[in-house]
């Protein structure tokens, strides 16, 4: 487990927190994803393959390399939700965070869109109907753990996680926070 990423997913952890009655779970729920991210980022082939090629297989004879994979691969459903939930809210009530908080969650709401609608409904997200894969296709690239979207396009689990932890670092109250309902201490330490 790579320490120095998780210990940046806990600092991050805390950025939304708006409501106090519903929004408490939240850096827990960021903190175990982060565990997740910690758990998988840096592995490359030689973590899943033997130097003649051969398939690492763990203490109960499962591919390394397919552990890693399903814990990517539900790591993804678990950051999109949760992006999908500040998409939602910031939908529901602007006054949550700034314009460039907002534009970074869609964004990064657009990618995660990318790999997770042909992990979870085996077809192409709809903006990429005439391009991508019904199902992306896991693998391990140069850039680790990833998926190839299309013939032209992999997304890596890391990079996926470098577009979740900017758009944490985006994320700021609006100087209206108060009107939004948060106490004056939670709007400072956002």
């Given at each position: 487990m790579d320490k120095d990423r998780y210990e940046e997913w806990v600092k991050r952890s805390f950025r939304w927190v708006r409501d106090l009655?519903?929004?408490l779970g939240l850096p827990h729920h960021v903190q175990l994803l982060g565990i997740v991210d910690a758990e998988i980022w840096g592995l490359r082939r030689e973590?899943?393959?033997s130097e003649s090629g051969t398939p690492i297989k763990d203490e109960h004879g499962i591919l390394v390399l397919e552990r890693a994979q399903i814990s990517a691969h539900l790591w993804v459903f678990g950051i999109y939700e949760y992006v999908r939930m500040?998409?939602?809210r910031i939908?529901?009530?602007p006054l949550l965070a700034t314009d460039d908080a907002i534009a970074k969650i869609k964004e990064t709401k657009l990618l995660f869109t990318r790999v997770?609608?042909?992990l979870a409904k085996l077809e192409p997200a709809d903006r990429h109907?005439?391009?991508d894969y019904a199902v992306a296709l896991p693998g391990v690239g140069p850039n680790g753990l990833g998926w190839k979207i299309n013939d032209s396009l992999i997304i890596y689990q890391e990079e996926l996680s470098?577009?979740?932890l900017a758009m944490l670092s985006a994320i700021r109250p609006r100087a209206t926070a108060h009107s939004a309902g948060l106490p004056s201490d939670e709007r400072d330490s956002c």
């Open positions: 009655n519903r929004d973590n899943f393959f500040l998409a939602q939908s529901e009530n997770r609608i042909p109907q005439e391009t470098d577009a979740f």
